[in-house]
Nanobody, 115 residues
């Protein structure tokens, strides 16, 4: 069972930046994918960005151009940096580790962007 733990959330002013961290209990390799999702109350959890074991990345349109997902294989960690934060970025952000079709989730970290 893979365990993931997020950190780095908090209260940020609009226009600011935030860096979220996710520590995984195992190293991403092969067909594994790690990702960030976010969820607001009453809505479905949505994909923000993902990164593969080979370093391929993809972003949701809502954050494309102002966010970067990265990884540190030596530390089994991924990061998500979002710039030019908007109130619409307010959500609980979840780290996801997918291996062989099984999803492992962290507990989430709250990000609140004040206008």
């Amino acid at each position: 069972q893979v365990q993931v733990v997020e950190s780095g959330g908090g209260l940020v002013q609009a226009g600011g930046s935030l860096r979220l961290s996710c520590a995984a209990s195992e190293t991403i390799f092969g067909r594994d994918i790690m990702a960030w999702y976010r969820q607001v109350p009453g809505k479905q959890r949505v994909l923000v960005a993902f990164i593969t074991a080979y370093g391929l990345t993809n972003y949701a349109d809502s954050v494309k151009g102002r966010s970067t997902i990265s990884r540190d294989n030596a530390k089994n960690m991924i990061y998500l940096e979002i710039n030019s934060l908007e109130p619409e970025d307010t959500a609980v952000y979840y780290c996801n580790f997918r291996r062989s079709g099984v999803d492992y989730w962290g507990q989430g970290t709250q990000v609140t962007v004040s206008s």
